[in-house]
């Protein structure tokens, strides 16, 4: 059991993965919504490096795993998944639409949201590729609503719509 202070954790996180966007504030954000656990030494914030880390694989859809997830923003995942692999081929809107469909598991603090590189490996990729779209664009449901309209005046109209131009 290594209990360390955040900025101790940060850094220990960071020999692992140096590539990783876990900082400071993230762990302190964690802290204050009580989803990491914490002790304090005094007047200093300590976190067990362990639990950490098995907290972070379970906001991130982890579950009982041990592994360090390799925590990025989303721009950078998509950055390194174009450096790293050529046969994935998701940019960065499609990483979002994965992220807000809830096929990729997210840690959000304030306006930034945070995911696993994991999540493109396998046994985790299968529902990036299998999983079902839940949400719908705002312009996804008025192309809808407008062709239901369409289909409605056309049907019940026994003559061919004709367009006046103004």
Do not use: W
């Not at 220990?12 to 400071?24: K, Q, S, W």
């Amino acid at each position: 059991m290594k209990v360390l202070t955040i900025p101790q954790a940060v850094k220990e996180i960071r020999a692992l993965d140096p590539a990783t966007a876990i900082n400071e504030t993230m762990l302190t954000s964690l802290i204050e919504k009580k989803k990491l656990p914490c002790g304090s030494r005094g007047v200093r914030t300590v976190v067990n490096l362990e639990l950490t880390i098995s907290v972070l694989n379970e906001l991130l859809g982890f579950v009982g795993e041990v592994f360090l997830p390799k925590i990025r923003t989303i721009r950078a995942a998509a950055s390194e998944l174009r450096a790293n692999s050529d046969e994935i081929g998701m940019g960065e809107d499609h990483i979002r639409r994965c992220v807000a469909d809830e096929k990729i598991g997210v840690i959000a603090i304030g306006n930034r949201n945070y995911i696993a590189m994991q999540s493109f490996d396998a046994p985790y990729s299968e529902k990036l590729v299998y999983g079902t779209s839940q949400s719908r664009t705002q312009r996804d449901m008025i192309r809808k609503d407008m062709l239901v309209q369409m289909s409605t005046t056309i049907s019940t109209k026994s003559s061919v719509p004709s367009v006046i131009r103004v």
